[in-house]
């Protein structure tokens, strides 16, 4: 069981209040907010073992070593990997998918296929339309009325041509969840590589690669109570190991000669440079955490507050609400997004004027900025997913996230605020 | 009430009463801009007679602060010269809102103002 009161007195941010109110945070799939347990992991290490990893023959640098070597372990054992040489250390989920189209892209050709969805964060798109100069095509598996993915529609879509499949895992969005198990399975008899966006799903409830079959797996610390700048790059051992380096530089060498080098052994040839090791032992800190909580309670504790919000938008009443993504709390993560009243996007062709203008909506800057001057911190805009966007037909939408510090109380303050705001902007 | 409290009522006011709302049936210039990131979208249509602005109309849709901002800058520029026009600037406009902005929502209260300068440069292109 999840107890968000006994769960917020392990993060400080919540004893200040926001204009006069209690911080009420519903923005955690953007970013969540740290526990004490994994400051202190950060302070302990700057204060009593700071130094460079895998370099120095002194105490220190040892301890650094073991403490960065232990993170990585720790992170493997979490996500059900076997073998924590599957584990890069990278920034964070966008990186990882960066280095993937790197990596992967040196041996596709003109007329290789790469099969997205339209849900996709912009991280699992921009990367592979960089590929595009080599005359890869990228193909879009569409989404049904409900918000699910179609999966008739990726059969349909995916080839003999397909080499790369990337799915996210969750929908930032629509808190949609993907069959990522049965999709890599098509994806495998297809002999397409399968990549996972587990940024939304890794934080969330219990992922084990090895079961999902996953080839990678891209996620990011700050998401999951850890500190920014380090994230995730899990990949299947022999198929990790085949790949070229993404950077170059220190730490991911062997032997340096004037004219060609050779390659340290898979992670470490893919870590060039000196890490975030700071990053890693927070993001090991902030595994420890969620482990000691254990992820089904964590899930749980979402599809409750989910089945919630659910319950108190028909219950509220407040005209012209809208949300988006599958109705069943089975299917989707702790996201809540919606709109009082939808803004469509301009049609060019069709000329401005008072009776084409639709005014009774609120747009959601001004459902974001109202909420916040009653402490709550919700995000509004395209959440880094436009197309998706396109094709709900809408410009900008409001989005609650939850997670393991939110409570009913939350749910109940947000309503009660959107009651009030519906009242100031209405026209 | 605060400063800020009673601004934002004013703010909120032009929102919901917008001043100067509509089109010219007899515009000399007319031009729509709009922020794609969020979708804010205004019209000015402008009617200019002897160098200057003999009226003014805007239509649009979008946030609070672009569509205020857009009631309160045609307010500002009615009857005004185009000499005068070349007085306002970004600062002014933000001025003009006279609430605190994070930089994004800058970019929603400046839209009216980019509208206006479309119209202004077509204006004399066409000259
Ligand atoms: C589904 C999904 N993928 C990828 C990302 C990118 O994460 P980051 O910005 O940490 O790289 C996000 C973050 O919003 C996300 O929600």
Redesign the interface.
Known sequence: MINPEEIKSHFPIFNREIKGNRLVYLDSAATTQKPVEVVDAIVDYYYNSNSNVHRGIYTISEEATELYDASRENVSHFIGSKDSRQIVFVRNATEALNFLSYTLGRSLTEGDEILLSVMEHHSNIVPWQFLKEKGVRLKFVDIGSDGNLDLEDLKSKISKRTKIVSLTHVSNLLGTINPVKEIGRIAHENGSVFIVDGAQSVPHMPVDVEDIGCDFMAFSGHKMLGPSGIGVLYGKFDLLDSLHPFMGGGEMIREVSLEESTWNDTPLKFEAGTPNIEGAIGLSAAVDFLRGLGMENVRRHEMELVSYVLQKEIESGIKDLVSYGPREVQERGGVYSFNIGE????DLNRK???ES???S?V????VA?DLDSYGLSIRS??HCAMPLNNKLGI??SSRASFYIYNSREDVNALFDALKKVQK??V? | MSDNDMQAEIVLEHYREPHNYGTLENATVSMTESNPVCGDTVNISLLIEDGAVKDVKFVGKGCSISQASASMLTDRIMGKSLEELKEIDEESVIDMIGLKLGPSREKCALLSFNTLQKCIKEYQSSQ
């Open positions: 803004i469509h996007p301009l401005l004027s008072v203008v639709e005014t909506a747009h959601p800057h001004d900025a805009g395209h410009v900008a100031a902007f026209r």
